[in-house]
């Protein structure tokens, strides 16, 4: 038996466990299960992170981490903006085994940042890309979620379709967006990601379910609302453009480089009692005014965002997935083997004036 089969051998009697708290998250660990799937390895996802399992995958740290082998994910492309460069300063990766980024600016971030213990695992973080979007890059697994999709929700995506798709709906600002749309004559698709309705986002849910209730008897003629469930990555095989507030779609829209515009004086309320903001665009984001929106959209329907940008975001599009697969596998063989491997990022050390002022302050 060859030293790659007896590996296999050992994985098929391991307990593999995804763990996921909605289908955006279980999105991510899609792929990679389909490839234990052909391989006939068995797995199984769960939202109970406190499960026992021999190797797990998380998207978020449990209080508890409970697996032998345990790998770690970024749970979305724009995750902790507000905190960046260092997002594992609050969100801490030191007690994982092994961890993977999604492209480029995330590996720069991640450097910048590995002076910080929190940011590092106990065997290092590679740059492999985004797993969630591998299908976009295989032509017959993207040509068969096109067909299921069309079927279901009969979109022409020989038509201009504007893709709504907010962080937080609030303020009628879907309204604004249908009233804009209406006016212009193209046809509008409603995405929210809220799945169902939850205690800390009550307000929320009211707000989603007013609005698209409104917006169908505005313009229920060219208006399709997607069920929030649905993978937002099979949009963009129809989508000309989106409209969104601060929501992560900006940096997955550049994987079909769809351009996005966010509205710079919209106001942001996560629920009714916390204090409104103006949306903090994301600087990939084309920024205008809601008086502008219409000329906005008009003027950027038919450009097509930069394909550095893309490429910037997201590494290794369409073998994401196996590259994870290839470096669990030589991980569970050899721990110290990965870090020969192209994709092993390699931290910065702490200078030694930064070791002296923390010794000061322990």
Known sequence: MTQKSQIMKNLKSNKITFFYNNNHEKYIFDPISEIFRQKKINFTFSKNHYLKSDIGFYCRKPKDINSKTSVIFLGGIDQGRVMWPNIWREQPWNEFDIGFLPGDNWASRWKQSSYDYRSQTKFGVFNVGWPKADFLFNLKENKNKIKRFKKKYKINENKINILYAP????????????????????????????????????????????SNKKTLEIYKKKTTIIQPGENFLILLNFVNLIVTDESSVAYEALLKNIPTISVKDWLI??????????????????????????????????????????????????????????????????????????????????????????????
């Open 269 to 362: 309320q996560r629920h009714k009692k916390a204090i409104s903001r103006y949306v903090k665009p994301a600087d990939i984001t084309i920024k205008t005014k809601k008086k502008f929106l219409g000329k906005a959209i008009l003027k950027n329907i038919k450009s097509k965002k930069d394909f550095k940008l893309k490429k910037k975001e997201f590494s290794n599009l369409g073998k994401s997935s196996r590259i994870v697969v290839e470096i669990l596998l030589n991980f569970l063989n050899d721990r110290e083997s990965v870090k020969k491997t192209k994709y092993y990022l390699k931290p910065k050390t702490q200078t030694n004036f930064l070791k002296k002022i923390k010794k000061l302050f322990k």
């Open 167 to 210: 962080s937080f709906e609030c303020f009628d600002r879907q309204i604004e967006v249908v009233e804009v749309v209406k006016k212009l004559g193209f046809n509008l698709i409603v995405k929210h990601w809220l799945e169902k309705r939850e205690k800390k986002f009550k307000d929320l849910w009211d707000n989603i379910e007013r």
